[in-house]
């Protein structure tokens, strides 16, 4: 039951006016700038992006200075935020192989033809605290090369000669929009795979990493990882073409799974696919291997009553703001409903006393 | 006046114009110190595009998320007809690209062409070439250890 209570409004602005002061912090320090989060903790706003949703780099750190660093409360804001945006329109499925890559390796193919390059990675740093970044110090630049300016093709494109790996069926479908029509199960993999694309890194990395655990285990390599910029085409109505309506930056991920076949299937490799915004080199792999989980069925696989290969289960808990939204809501009052609570656990133990009295009276008669 | 324009033409510039840097796009417009009269078709507005990509890179395609957008179309005062269609929430960036959408269907195209387009050109490409050179410098050389038979 809701009962209308009212007061707690200065309360609640004195609180609100409180938190403005805290998020500035001491004032002796200098703010903190859009442009300044939007550079130097590009890594989080790249978060904000993928699980808000929305690729808007600038819309991202005012979020992430909003909601003083706390990402998830961020991602709230996002996705609130782009609920009030007009959709207008679908994009032309990116092309990533047409990507300009940063960073480009195969843990499969030492040889592959575009080489492995590592672009700007913490691989292989040594995880020590450096405390030069403790003071201010101007950058060395990094060092350059003869740049490499044809497209990469896709590593998985050499083993699809041999018909060694499962082809992904060309389509055109038009994939269902889990932002428009609410998720409904079986969700199928495009749905999946726009749900795991903006679901909680935590929880998808998490889920993963149970599957290389043993439970649902289908030993992943990874074939190819990417990152960089794409080009975004739509067709323009009004003009009759289509143009490209800016660049996103893409981290895409693509294992190769073992896969014993079955009985229409001879043995071959199975893939597992990752694709997320900005440069999210963890949760694109957690993602391709937790779409390789789920596609268990399709394959022909064993359900063995792993969390990772249950869709429903995986699907519903994987978005960290409805989450998020029913933990907390808990915390809000709810006073009207513990009344009620109270009300009847008191008469649950006055009947339950006054059946004891009886017993006992009983036993003392007897 | 009216030339004839191809649509890979007018894709191209107005491509271009999309992922323009706001500022620098501003700075050249206002160099070009060529501001049309004009009317609104359709105002500013901004919005959400739907991105798609491809399962495994090749297959069927998904929703992976939205990007913003601003778009508006403007009229001339000789009936030439601008579109913007830009990346991002800025309304004085999708008005520039609209004015140079209509102005590059007249006869300052070739002005034009050389005052904004051209530049914004170059310094994409450069940053494009930047980054590979970057990215060139981290490329693994692998070598083989030859072991010894002594």
Redesign the interface.
């Given at each position: 039951m809701y009962v209308a209570v009212k007061g707690g409004e200065r309360a609640i602005d004195n609180a609100h006016a409180w938190l403005a002061e805290e998020r500035r912090g001491d004032t002796n320090v200098a703010e903190l700038s859009l442009a300044q989060i939007r550079e130097q903790m590009s890594l989080a706003v790249n978060r904000v992006?993928?699980e808000g949703?929305?690729?808007?780099p600038?819309?991202a750190a005012l979020a992430i200075k909003q909601s003083r660093g706390d990402l998830i409360e961020a991602i709230f804001l996002i996705r609130a935020y782009?609920t009030t945006?007009?959709?207008?329109?679908?994009?032309?499925?990116?092309d990533?192989?047409a990507m300009?890559?940063?960073?480009r390796i195969s843990a499969t193919f030492?040889?592959a033809p575009g080489?492995?390059?590592?672009?700007?990675?913490f691989d292989y740093t040594h995880r020590l605290l450096d405390f030069k970044l403790a003071a201010d110090g101007e950058v060395p630049q990094?060092?350059?090369?003869?740049?490499?300016?044809e497209a990469t093709p896709?590593i998985?494109e050499f083993l699809q000669g041999e018909d060694i790996i499962e082809r992904?069926?060309?389509?055109?479908?038009?994939?269902?929009?889990?932002?428009r029509e609410p998720m409904s199960f079986p969700a199928g993999?495009?749905?999946r795979?726009?749900s795991l694309?903006?679901g909680d890194e935590g929880f998808i990395l998490g889920m993963a990493y149970s599957t290389q655990r043993g439970y649902a285990r289908n030993h992943a390599f990874v074939g190819e990882l990417r990152i960089g910029k794409v080009?975004?085409e739509?067709e323009?109505p009004?003009?009759?073409?289509?143009?490209?309506?800016?660049?996103?930056e893409?981290t895409?991920c693509?294992t190769v799974n073992q896969f014993k076949g079955s009985k229409t299937v001879p043995p071959q490799f199975t893939?597992g696919?990752g694709?997320v915004?900005g440069q999210s080199e963890r949760k694109s792999i957690a993602m391709a291997l937790v779409d390789r989980a789920l596609r268990w069925e399709e394959l022909g696989e064993d359900n063995l009553g792993a969390a990772a290969q249950d869709e429903e289960f995986v699907l519903s808990h994987c978005d960290n703001i409805q989450a998020t939204g029913f933990l907390e809501h808990i915390k809000l009052p709810h006073y009207v409903d513990f009344q009620s609570e109270l009300e009847l656990v008191r008469k649950l133990r006055r009947e339950a006393q006054e059946l004891a009295e009886q017993m006992a009276t009983q036993e003392a008669a007897e | 006046m009216k030339t004839d324009i191809s649509?890979t033409a007018?894709?191209a510039w107005?491509?271009l114009l999309?992922?323009a840097d706001e500022a620098e796009l501003a700075s050249l417009w206002r160099g070009f110190d060529h501001d049309p009269a004009f009317d609104w078709l359709r105002p500013p507005?901004?919005?959400?595009?739907?991105?798609?990509?491809?399962?495994?890179?090749?297959?069927?395609?998904?929703?992976?998320?939205?990007?913003?957008?601003t778009?508006c179309?403007l009229t001339l005062a000789n009936g030439t007809v601008g579109?913007a269609?830009?990346?991002?929430?800025s309304k004085p960036k999708a008005e520039i690209a609209a004015k140079v959408d209509a102005l590059m269907q007249t006869d300052v195209a070739t002005d034009l062409r050389q005052a904004v387009l051209q530049p914004l050109q170059n310094r994409l490409a450069a940053q494009?070439?930047?980054?590979?050179?970057?990215?060139?410098?981290?490329?693994?050389e692998?070598f083989t250890m030859v072991r010894g038979e002594d």
């Open positions: 992006m993928a949703s929305l690729y808007d600038d819309l782009r945006l007009p959709r207008f329109g679908y994009s032309a499925a990116v990533t192989g300009t890559c940063d960073r030492k040889d080489g492995q390059v590592l672009g700007p990675t990094a060092p350059i090369a003869e740049p490499r300016m896709h998985t992904e069926p060309a389509s055109d479908a038009t994939p269902g929009d889990l932002t993999r495009a749905v795979l726009q694309a903006r080009p975004v739509m323009i009004e003009l009759g073409f289509a143009i490209e309506i800016g660049e996103v893409l895409e693509e893939r696919y694709l915004f | 649509a007018r894709k107005m491509s999309a992922q507005e901004a919005g959400g595009v739907m991105v798609r990509g491809r399962m495994g890179g090749a297959g069927a395609p998904f929703n992976l998320g939205e990007m913003t957008v778009r179309a579109h269609y830009v990346q991002g929430r494009r070439q930047a980054r590979a050179a970057k990215a060139a410098a981290t490329k693994v692998f």
